[in-house]
């Protein structure tokens, strides 16, 4: 807008601030809009192939939910969570994962009489407030995939698959999965133990963090990057030699069917995860070039009953959006998508352009869609715009054209124009675009 000169005021008059997005949170713009629509089409057509059904659960859930499931003393809930009153008095998060949603929806719609084990999936946004930095937004998209209501490790074999298959259908390189076992009910306690009792007295040389989780957490203490607390853990029991029987066999059946299905696969002593219900196996999605987790996951035998249920062994993966499409952007896989071609029509004169809405919809209820940029008044203009969509095709609509109820069909690649009589319009067209 154009300055409007005005006579010194005595006061400045007050700065309309200009608003911006809130920190941590982006827009998905129409040009970044080509990675969505693929990392959609191929979530679909994964998780259908794996026989996975669509859930959705509200972005807003009770706080107590979170509390329960993900664990009080976890950094999630301890510092991460948007929570806020409602107007009614409840207290509310927006959610910071999707694990609990599911099996809270779960449990309340008795979804177990649906199907047994539910193989569900869902995509949307999560919040945590954190510092935003390479790979962290405070709002990020996950897709992710839970089996519900089964301990049988060949459940693990086929989330781990379902996760692949994802990566895989997006031709990501290399990806690799870190894979641990944390334990269960009855073996986790005396390795706690141990583990506390190795760092006991050497508890002066962990980080500020560390000093904490050593009360709270202690297996946390093994996944921190500080220098000094890499150093110590270098020689702290590890959980493997501490497992059960039954854990023991559970972790040997996982490894052996990720074998046999030739995945690329490194156990990780040390990898444990933030969220408190995990147990059994745990495991996480790498490729050479980033440091960071493009998914990860796990079993989660306990977390129905946490919350109220009867227990419900489980096993589940999320697998973060925005970190895939960095990924593919290092790897320089450019977004593969099959984008229908927009044709573009443009029209001169009134006559003309009064008549073209209604070949317009013509071209779409035949399925094919047009672009346009009717506004415009000149032929140079309108197709400037159509080279600028990449359109394959245009169509021109002059005055004489829609005098003699013909069209002109212009390759905008060659330049080659044809004039066709509009009751054959839509043949035409799509004759041309094959
Ligand atoms: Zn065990
Ligand atoms: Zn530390």
Redo the contacts with the bound molecule.
């Keep these: 807008m154009p300055k409007e000169k005005t006579k010194k005021q005595k006061k400045s008059p007050p700065k309309v601030q200009a608003f911006q997005s809130v920190k941590g949170m982006a827009d998905i713009l129409p040009k970044d809009q080509n990675w969505w629509r693929m990392l959609r089409q191929v979530g679909f057509s994964v998780s259908e192939l794996h026989d996975f059904y669509f859930i959705e659960t509200p972005i807003l859930e009770p706080a107590g939910l979170f509390e329960a499931g993900v664990g009080q003393s976890t950094d999630i809930v301890e510092k991460q969570m948007y929570s806020f009153k409602t107007k009614g008095g409840d207290l509310v998060v927006l959610r910071p994962e999707g694990t609990a949603s599911v099996m809270r929806s779960y449990l309340e719609h008795h979804l177990g009489y649906f199907a047994s084990p539910l193989k569900v999936f869902y995509y949307g946004p999560m919040f945590r407030y954190e510092k935003p930095q390479a790979g962290r937004e405070r709002q990020f998209h996950q897709w992710g995939f839970e089996i519900v209501g089964d301990g049988d490790p060949v459940y693990d074999g086929q989330i781990i698959l379902a996760a692949l298959s994802f990566y895989k259908a997006l031709k990501l390189k290399n990806v690799k999965v870190k894979i641990n076992s944390i334990g269960c009910r009855v073996c986790r306690p005396n390795y706690r133990q141990r583990l506390k009792d190795y760092y006991n007295n050497r508890r002066d040389k ?2 500020r ?2 000093k904490e ?1 050593y009360e709270k957490n202690p297996l946390r ?1 093994l996944d ?3 220098a ?2 890499v150093e110590l853990r270098a020689k702290a029991p590890i959980i493997l030699d501490y497992l059960c029987q039954n854990c023991n066999n559970h972790l040997k059946s996982v490894l052996e069917l990720i074998e046999d299905n030739g995945i690329n696969y490194e156990p990780d002593p040390y990898l444990v995860r933030g969220l408190d219900y995990y147990n059994r196996t745990v495991f996480e999605f790498y490729i050479p070039e980033v440091d960071y987790a493009l998914g990860a996951g796990g079993r989660y035998d306990y977390l129905s009953e946490i919350l109220g249920g009867r227990l419900m062994p489980s096993v589940g993966v999320a697998l973060g959006l925005e970190r895939i499409i960095e990924a593919m952007k290092i790897q320089e896989i450019p977004p593969h998508l099959k984008a229908k071609p927009k044709i573009f029509f443009a029209a001169v004169g009134d006559k003309a352009k009064k008549a073209s809405l209604k070949l317009m919809q013509e071209l779409r209820e035949s399925n094919i869609a047009v672009a346009e940029a009717l506004g415009k008044k000149s032929l140079k203009a309108q197709l400037k715009s159509a080279d600028k969509q990449k359109a394959p095709l245009a169509m021109i609509f002059g005055q004489k054209e829609a005098f003699e109820s013909t069209v002109i069909v212009r390759d905008m690649r060659s330049g080659a124009q044809e004039t066709v009589v509009l009751n054959r319009m839509v043949e035409e067209v799509k004759k041309r675009l094959h």
């Design positions: 962990l980080c963090d560390c989780r203490l921190c990057k500080e000094g607390c």
